[in-house]
């Protein structure tokens, strides 16, 4: 684990980090990728599938960026468009309509900015996100493995349990966007990490997150079985959950409360 925050936002960013589609094919078995939002396209920011997870079906839901220059283009560098959460939101209610968990995998600097998303209804995309995520009848799990920025993670990250990888990040914004706002000079990039509270500890204090998953094996067999074993464990207890709705709530109301 890297010493400043500022590290651990470079090592979140690192090309050769596990992206979504690698925790679902190798945690996930009978996987059956999904398409389109049924209003405008397929965006490819967003992969959803359902799969079988040790049995159990489950919808899985994940942003994803790509290893190599080409995939990260045709994933537009894992900045979700309009549709790419539509159709998130798309496959989670017919997960609701069919009891299937849900489970997200979060890696995203943010949503897409781009003129575009923006007359396609990128706000009220993601705010529906927000809205219909909160009410949904089946458990959620969020995982963010990579980087957690802004609404386009929160989007995909309203669940029963948020966890996150050690060298992870989840802010309102990036460290070079806070430091242009703030002194017009985005190489104060590692003192804004500082004072941004991103990392998982951060984020685990403040309950944002309920666990901290070690990456010492991060990309090994042993990794993605741990994982699953987690995943499974979880989800089992969740669906004893006679109310989970108001434990939700619960959840997000107190996020900002410290724990002593």
Not at 193 to 201: N, V
Request: charged share 30%; aromatic share 6%.
């Amino acid at each position: 684990m890297s010493g400043t925050p500022y590290d651990r936002v470079k090592l979140a960013r690192d090309n050769k980090r596990p992206t979504g589609q690698d925790y679902i094919k190798n945690i996930f078995k009978n996987i059956i990728e999904l398409h389109g939002d049924r209003r405008y396209s397929d965006d490819k920011a967003i992969i959803g599938v359902i799969a079988r997870l040790d049995g159990t079906p489950v919808t899985v839901i994940a942003i994803e960026k790509g290893h190599t220059y080409k995939e990260r283009v045709e994933r537009n560098f894992g900045a979700p468009h309009p549709e790419g959460y539509r159709k998130a939101l798309r496959l989670m209610k017919q997960a609701e309509k069919f009891g299937r968990p849900i489970i997200c995998f979060v890696d995203t600097s943010g949503a897409c900015c781009g003129i575009g998303a923006e007359e396609r209804g990128q706000g009220q995309a993601i705010a529906e996100n927000l809205m219909e995520m909160s009410t949904l009848c089946v458990p959620v799990i969020s995982i963010l493995i990579g980087e957690g920025g802004s609404g386009g993670a929160l989007a995909l990250a309203v669940a029963d349990r948020v966890w996150m990888l050690q060298n992870a990040v989840y802010s309102v914004i990036s460290p070079e966007g806070c430091a242009s706002i703030l002194w017009k000079d985005s190489a104060k990039a590692d003192v804004a990490a500082e004072s941004l509270k991103l990392t998982a500890e951060d984020a685990k204090s403040l309950g944002v997150i309920d666990r901290i998953l070690s990456e010492s094996d991060i990309g090994s067999k042993e990794y993605y079985d741990r994982i699953r074993t987690l995943l499974t464990d979880e989800i089992t207890e969740l669906s004893k959950d006679p109310d989970l709705l108001q434990a939700r709530y619960d959840r997000f109301r107190k996020i900002g409360m410290r724990s002593n």
